[in-house]
């Protein structure tokens, strides 16, 4: 079993990060419009306003030691049960989503998720796309430095997040590196490495260059422009469940 799951995902691995994969058109447009409606029609108390984006909390409260549960709705379970059954990697149902709504100029910063989660994160991208970059954590950095034939192996990772897509990442990409997003409206992809996936985006988004200014920054080849806003639903597995508060 283990082995023909293996071989499932080889074909979706990016780049020199092992334990990174990336579906294109893990949704379809129509289904896309729908978790969107979804999205966008709960209670106004129910979206959080952060600095740089805001976001739907939904499973419960996470703590360090563990979940204090809620129910997700039902079109949250249809979805990670999907996520579940398509990848096989999660030991138990997903049981937190975070809904971020990124507008065109904003990212998050580079980071790690926290102890508290199973080390495996799916991210399904609706609405607007982005550029996500795996840098190695410091501690990393400074362990291969003085072994040049290991610094390859520990390079930065730069994924083109196309609406519909789902990118999955884990064990030492969950561990050892960090990810983000740049506070741009202007994206480089020069060096994506589904670089295809963006360049067919962009063919089918953009209108045609004789129609745009010249000098538009949208026509770069090296870049793309983020005019819409981007939707991310990050599922992840909280192994410790508490359901009673006191028990933290």
């Given at each position: 079993?283990?082995e023909?799951?293996?071989?499932?995902?080889?074909?979706?691995?990016?780049?020199?990060?092992?334990t990174?994969?990336?579906?294109p058109?893990?949704v379809s447009?129509s289904?896309?419009?729908h978790?969107?409606q979804?999205?966008?029609?709960?209670p106004a108390?129910?979206?959080?306003?952060?600095k740089?984006r805001?976001l739907?909390?939904?499973?419960g409260?996470?703590?360090?030691?563990g979940?204090?549960?809620q129910?997700?709705?039902?079109?949250?379970?249809e979805i990670?049960r999907?996520i579940?059954n398509w990848t096989g990697l999660?030991p138990?149902?997903?049981?937190h989503?975070?809904?971020n709504?990124?507008?065109?100029?904003?990212?998050?910063?580079?980071?790690?998720?926290?102890?508290a989660y199973?080390?495996?994160v799916a991210i399904?991208?609706?609405?607007?796309?982005?550029?996500?970059?795996f840098?190695?954590?410091?501690?990393l950095?400074?362990?291969?430095?003085?072994?040049?034939?290991?610094i390859d192996?520990?390079?930065?990772?730069?994924?083109?997040?196309?609406?519909?897509?789902?990118?999955?990442?884990?064990?030492?990409?969950?561990s050892?590196y960090l990810?983000?997003?740049?506070?741009?409206?202007i994206q480089?992809?020069?060096?994506v490495v589904?670089i295809?996936?963006?360049?067919?985006?962009k063919e089918?988004m953009?209108p045609?260059?004789?129609?745009?200014e010249?000098?538009?920054?949208r026509t770069e080849k090296?870049?793309?422009?983020?005019?819409?806003?981007?939707?991310s639903?990050?599922?992840?597995l909280?192994?410790?469940v508490?359901?009673?508060?006191?028990?933290f």
């Amino acid at each position: 079993m283990e082995e023909n799951l293996e071989e499932h995902l080889k074909q979706f691995r990016l780049g020199s990060l092992p334990t990174v994969f990336y579906i294109p058109n893990f949704v379809s447009k129509s289904e896309e419009t729908h978790l969107l409606q979804y999205i966008y029609g709960v209670p106004a108390s129910k979206w959080k306003s952060l600095k740089n984006r805001r976001l739907q909390n939904w499973g419960g409260v996470v703590h360090e030691k563990g979940l204090l549960p809620q129910n997700l709705p039902p079109w949250l379970v249809e979805i990670t049960r999907r996520i579940c059954n398509w990848t096989g990697l999660f030991p138990s149902p997903i049981n937190h989503v975070l809904i971020n709504e990124y507008l065109s100029n904003q990212g998050i910063m580079p980071h790690q998720d926290g102890p508290a989660y199973f080390p495996i994160v799916a991210i399904l991208s609706l609405g607007s796309p982005a550029v996500m970059n795996f840098t190695p954590h410091l501690k990393l950095t400074e362990c291969v430095t003085h072994v040049p034939d290991q610094i390859d192996k520990h390079c930065t990772l730069s994924v083109a997040l196309i609406p519909c897509s789902l990118l999955i990442f884990k064990d030492s990409a969950y561990s050892e590196y960090l990810h983000g997003i740049d506070d741009s409206d202007i994206q480089r992809i020069d060096e994506v490495v589904n670089i295809g996936d963006i360049l067919s985006y962009k063919e089918q988004m953009m209108p045609l260059s004789s129609e745009l200014e010249e000098g538009d920054q949208r026509t770069e080849k090296g870049s793309i422009h983020r005019s819409g806003t981007r939707v991310s639903l990050t599922c992840r597995l909280v192994p410790k469940v508490h359901k009673n508060l006191l028990k933290f």
